[in-house]
T-cell receptor, first 115, second 111 residues
Framework: GAGVSQTPSNKVTEKGKYVELRCDPI?????LYWYRQSLGQGPEFLIY????????DSGLPNDRFFAVRPEGSVSTLKIQRTERGDSAVYLC?????????????FGAGSRLTVL | DAKTTQPTSMDCAEGRAANLPCNHS???????VYWYRQIHSQGPQYIIH???NNETNEMASLIITEDRKSSTLILPHATLRDTAVYYC????????????FGKGTKLSVKP
C-alpha cells in the first residue's frame, strides 16, 4: 500500500486479556519500528526490526510485551495479561533503512484501552 | 533522554510565518537534525532534516546555526491545518535505530 497500515484502529479489552496489534509497512521498507504514546507525551520507542530480526528491543517495558516480524514485512505487537497502564496509542513506522538519513513513515496508530 | 530543548507551546496568526526554535547544544558532528509534526489523532509526519546546511522543501525551511547548536523550523505561511505538535530530533547519521521524541512544541495557528 501507499502508507503504513495499522489494525485495529481501536481496541478495547479487559484487564488480563491478550492483545495483538498488526502493522503493514510500506512495501520494500526493511526497517520497522513500534512506539507507544500516552496522552500529552511524545512517542516512546519500544522495538526496532531490521528485516526479520529485532535489532533493538530495549524499549519494551517488560516481558508481557513481545513483537514479531517473521517474513520481514508485516509485524505483530503482542501484549499478554494487559494492565490498565498499557492503555495508549501504539504507533508503527517503517523506513528504507540503509546508511545515511533515515526518514520514518508512521501509521495512524492503534488506540488500546484496557478497562 | 531527548537531546533537544523546545518551547512547550507557541501561537501564530494564520498567514504569517511560524518560526519554531530548537536547542541541541550537545549535537555531534555526525548527527542530523530532524523535524516531525503530529496533527491530532494522527501519527507523526516527517517534515524536513538537515546536517549543517540550511534546507528547504515544499513544507518548510530549516535554518541551522553555524555552530549547529540550535535550529529553527520555518513554516512560511501558516494555515489552520498546521496546528500540531512539532518535534525536533537529533540522530546520528550512521544510526539505523530509533528516533527519540521529546514533548515537542504545540503550535496553535489562530485565524
Amino acid at each position: 500500500g501507499a502508507g503504513v497500515s495499522q489494525t485495529p484502529s481501536n481496541k478495547v479489552t479487559e484487564k488480563g486479556k491478550y492483545v495483538e496489534l498488526r502493522c503493514d509497512p510500506i512495501s520494500g521498507h526493511t526497517a520497522l519500528y513500534w512506539y507507544r504514546q500516552s496522552l500529552g507525551q511524545g512517542p516512546e520507542f519500544l522495538i526496532y526490526f531490521q528485516g526479520t530480526g529485532a535489532a533493538d528491543d530495549s524499549g519494551l517495558p517488560n516481558d508481557r510485551f513481545f513483537a514479531v516480524r517473521p517474513e520481514g514485512s508485516v509485524s505483530t505487537l503482542k501484549i499478554q495479561r494487559t494492565e490498565r497502564g498499557d492503555s495508549a496509542v501504539y504507533l508503527c513506522a517503517s523506513s528504507l533503512g540503509g546508511a545515511g538519513a533515515n526518514v520514518l513513515t508512521f501509521g495512524a496508530g492503534s488506540r488500546l484501552t484496557v478497562l | 533522554d531527548a537531546k533537544t530543548t523546545q518551547p512547550t507551546s507557541m501561537d501564530c496568526a494564520e498567514g504569517r510565518a511560524a518560526n519554531l526554535p530548537c536547542n541541541h547544544s550537545t549535537i555531534s558532528g555526525n548527527e542530523y537534525v530532524y523535524w516531525y509534526r503530529q496533527i491530532h489523532s494522527q501519527g507523526p509526519q516527517y517534515i524536513i532534516h538537515g546536517l549543517k546546511n540550511n534546507e528547504t522543501n515544499e513544507m518548510a525551511s530549516l535554518i541551522i546555526t553555524e555552530d549547529r547548536k540550535s535550529s529553527t523550523l520555518i513554516l512560511p505561511h501558516a494555515t489552520l491545518r498546521d496546528t500540531a505538535v512539532y518535534y525536533c530530533i537529533v540522530r546520528d547519521r550512521g544510526s539505523q535505530g530509533n528516533l527519540i521524541f521529546g514533548k515537542g512544541t504545540k503550535l496553535s495557528v489562530k485565524p
